[in-house]
């Protein structure tokens, strides 16, 4: 009797601090139907795991989340940056609840050693905090997005990634908000290739090396990676690239290139930029950045002589 009076105690207890803040269900977008006792357990993982950082409203203001860069997500805005769709459409539950698992590279997300049913608990929960952008069963889902037809391949990567140099500097032109990662001379001539027109010393943008602080709509202004040297949050494959340029960054100065530039172009440059990520913290990186700083300085020696 006495032995079990203890537990007796322990079960009501547990009863007795289960989360009961829902008493109906919600439809959400897509069709997605969450019932009350799912809400319920997405809030009590959401207390336990998320809301120290996110805060109690969403709003990414928690007792956590001062001196964090990049701050946490504000849910109640309904903004997520790295869903698999366009930007600005909604995403799938699946890339979010991957996320939540899984985490975001170089940031305080990190994975959480959660069941996928409490993963997707809690992300029907999170949903709660913006209930204009997604409550309603009529509304809709982007289109999801996903690396397919790679016109390249391994035997033709080396290809892919010289195109793909190209296609980020003279064509998107990804160095106005991420830096350039080819020496002046290159970039001249990337860009009589595809402009047919040479670059004087005095045609550069000053700060081509450099990152560009970016405005967006999630309250704080944001800066872009350098491929070398920062973890890419949402990406570490060829594939995860391609979806990421596919896409865009929702709410930031990262566009979704679809319909922008070609697939093949999409697919090259995100043979380039991992390429890139592949020199972080590698000896390799020192002697890349080095030889663009070398190449540069006869590049403006050359033309003080000549007078240009």
């Given at each position: 009797m006495f032995k079990i009076f203890p537990i007796l105690i322990?079960?009501?207890t547990a009863v007795?601090?289960?989360?009961?803040?829902?008493?109906?269900?919600?439809y959400f977008a897509g069709g997605v139907y969450a019932s009350a006792e799912q809400l319920n357990i997405g809030k009590s993982v959401y207390t336990e795991y998320c809301m120290a950082c996110h805060g109690v409203?969403?709003?990414?203001?928690?007792?956590?989340?001062?001196?964090?860069?990049?701050?946490?997500?504000?849910?109640?805005?309904?903004?997520?940056?790295?869903?698999?769709?366009?930007?600005?459409?909604?995403?799938?539950?699946?890339?979010?609840?991957?996320i939540i698992q899984h985490g975001l590279n170089g940031s305080a997300m990190f994975p959480w050693d959660i069941s996928d049913d409490q993963a997707n608990a809690v992300w029907q929960y999170i949903k709660t905090f913006a209930p204009d952008v997604w409550e309603g069963k009529d509304k809709e889902l982007g289109e999801?997005?996903?690396?397919?037809?790679?016109?390249?391949?391994?035997?033709?990567?080396?290809?892919?990634?010289?195109?793909?140099?190209?296609v980020y500097h003279g064509v998107a032109q990804c160095q106005s908000c991420h830096r350039a990662y080819v020496s002046k001379q290159e970039l001249s001539d990337i860009n009589f290739k595809y402009?047919?027109?040479?670059?004087?010393?005095?045609?550069?943008?000053?700060?081509?090396?450099?990152?560009k602080l970016q405005d967006s709509d999630h309250n704080y202004r944001s800066l872009p990676p350098d491929f070398t040297w920062h973890w890419v949050r949402s990406a570490q494959s060829v594939e995860d690239i391609y979806v990421r340029l596919l896409s865009g960054v929702n709410g930031s100065g990262m566009p979704s290139w679809k319909d922008t530039i070609t697939d093949e172009e999409i697919w090259a440059v995100s043979y380039y930029v991992k390429s890139l990520m592949d020199l972080k913290d590698s000896r390799e990186r020192e002697t890349?950045?080095?030889?663009?700083?070398?190449s540069?300085?006869?590049?403006?020696?050359?033309?003080?002589?000549?007078?240009k």
């Open positions: 322990l079960a009501l007795g601090c289960r989360d009961n803040h829902f008493k109906t269900g919600k409203d969403g709003k990414g203001n928690g007792v956590s989340s001062k001196g964090l860069v990049p701050p946490p997500r504000n849910f109640t805005l309904g903004l997520y940056k790295f869903g698999k769709v366009v930007a600005g459409e909604l995403p799938h539950d699946g890339d979010m609840i991957h999801a997005l996903v690396a397919k037809n790679d016109p390249f391949g391994l035997p033709r990567k080396s290809f892919a990634i010289q195109k793909g140099k190209e402009n047919e027109e040479r670059l004087a010393a005095d045609d550069f943008d000053e700060d081509m090396y450099d990152l890349f950045i080095n030889s663009i700083e070398q540069n300085n006869v590049f403006e020696g050359s033309s003080r002589a000549s007078g």
